[in-house]
């Protein structure tokens, strides 16, 4: 008899628990981390995985989040903590959850979901405006380890998702940023689990800051993180691009994309992140 | 002596009043509508102003939304609603407040606010990526009716900003849709209140929908609506971009930008909508 295959990473560490009256035990996972403090995408996701779970139990089977925001009011640390939830409406097409994670009675994540069933493969795109970003064969492409040399702390995530980097792209990696803030490569599960709609809400979140590409800044909070999930994405790995646009008043936005096999844009985000840039420090000059 | 001028019409139609615990009474103004219904970022930024009173009822000087997210549940009428407010987080540098547009008991909208002090000129952005969109002069650009010809209804907040369209993207409007969903023009209050965070909120969803070049949808509801405000424009109408970028599986994204006459990036937004495509219909060819 063949023992069960072990659990994927990620589906432990958004593991959900209910009490019953709407509450959700989770452990925050240390491995989910950047530095101390866990990723936001993954926090996302695991109030996401919460608020799917507060619809089943309403008979709702609206399981995937079509629109998801994360407004972030204090890092949690990893341990315990719980996902109190407000199923907002039940509807036909769409259903709205409120999500908040807290820990030791502080709110540390207020979450918003619109949620619905996502369509897949062999439906297609009715029309496209855009199309995937130009990025070199994954072969060719970098993976950042999770304890870089020079970096000011442990990047647990880059263990938790196979992300690899286009070379034209990992300037600050090798102490010389490009001066363009423009990140695109490749990223799937280090551990094969087949990536679902709370997946996607992870990988949209779990790039380098791009501004990185532009100064050496240190860390940047986000403050607010959307994410729309637009399908289910093909097999293999998918084809990611982030990119800041302006850096003002300290704070900077940056988009991510993730594109999969077939060409599909299966996710976007946009994100507002805080930024301290260094008394004095000239802005690169486009290159 | 002098009369004192008439009100600005946003702010009356953006009133709140505190009930002292928390909950403000609105009247959802029949002025702010498309069709029989209000406007979403109508509806944002009179969520933001309650917001903003809440958090001076806790000594909080952050009044301006930097990141706003709404989640539509129900259209109210035009009427009496109210916006109840929850302080999440009380900070240095920003704050953060839930805010529910309910009427009849029913929640409408459920929106997140980041709230802070903006910067506004002589600061500039330390970094752009971007720049704005080339848009005829305003001398040339068009304005539509609240009442079109050939419109499924009245968009009355037509009457309340002074939008004017590139002649380049208003197809729709002459039963001829371009085939591409970028809209460009200029935006600016009709009756010349100046534009703060607040204006600014409405402004970011006061376009027709970019896929109105398309194709003849009919009614694109918004689903979830988030939007970074960057800084205090100067003074003078402001260019405005919407485009969209996908419709799949009955849903589209869509994109705003405003920009300053400086040329400063002041307020983006990112939004996802439902679309009904007529069965058998062909997307449009690139033109």
Redesign the interface.
């Known amino acids: 008899m063949l023992d069960d295959p072990p659990p994927f990473e990620f589906d432990v560490a958004t593991t959900v628990r209910p009490r019953g009256d709407g509450t959700f035990d989770i452990d925050v996972d240390p491995g989910f981390t950047v530095g101390p403090k866990p990723n936001g995408g993954y926090l996302l996701a695991t109030a996401a995985n919460a608020a799917g779970e507060a619809l089943a139990s309403v008979e709702s089977g609206h399981r995937d989040p079509?629109?998801a925001?994360a407004?972030f009011?204090?890092a949690p640390d990893p341990g315990p903590a719980e996902v109190q939830t407000q199923v907002?409406?039940v509807g036909n097409?769409?259903s709205?959850v409120?999500a908040t994670v807290v820990q030791d009675g502080r709110?540390c994540v207020?979450a918003?979901?619109?949620m619905a069933t996502?369509?897949s493969a062999p439906?297609?795109?009715?029309?496209?405006?855009?199309t995937p970003p130009a990025v070199a064969p994954i072969e060719d492409c970098v993976r950042l380890p999770a304890a870089r040399e020079g970096a000011p702390f442990v990047v647990s995530i880059m263990d938790r998702s196979d992300l690899r980097l286009d070379p034209a792209v990992i300037g600050f990696a090798r102490g010389k940023p490009s001066g363009?803030?423009?990140l695109r490569g490749w990223i799937a599960f280090a551990d094969g689990r087949p990536v679902d709609a709370l997946g996607l809400l992870f990988f949209i979140d779990a790039l380098p800051p791009a501004t990185f590409e532009?100064a050496e800044a240190g860390w940047v909070p986000t403050?607010?993180l959307?994410a729309?999930v637009?399908?289910r994405p093909a097999p293999g790995p998918l084809i990611v691009r982030q990119?800041?646009?302006?850096?003002?008043?300290?704070?900077f936005?940056e988009v991510c994309e993730l594109w999969d096999a077939t060409g599909?844009?299966v996710a976007?985000a946009?994100q507002?992140a805080?930024i301290r840039?260094p008394e004095g420090l000239e802005?690169?000059t486009r290159p």
């Open positions: 079509i629109a925001t407004h009011l204090w907002l409406r097409g769409a709205q409120r709110p207020e918003t979901f619109t996502l369509t439906s297609r795109p009715w029309w496209s405006g855009t363009e803030a423009d532009l403050l607010s959307t729309y637009r399908a990119w800041a646009q302006v850096v003002d008043g300290g704070r936005d599909r844009l976007q946009t507002l805080a840039i802005p690169p």
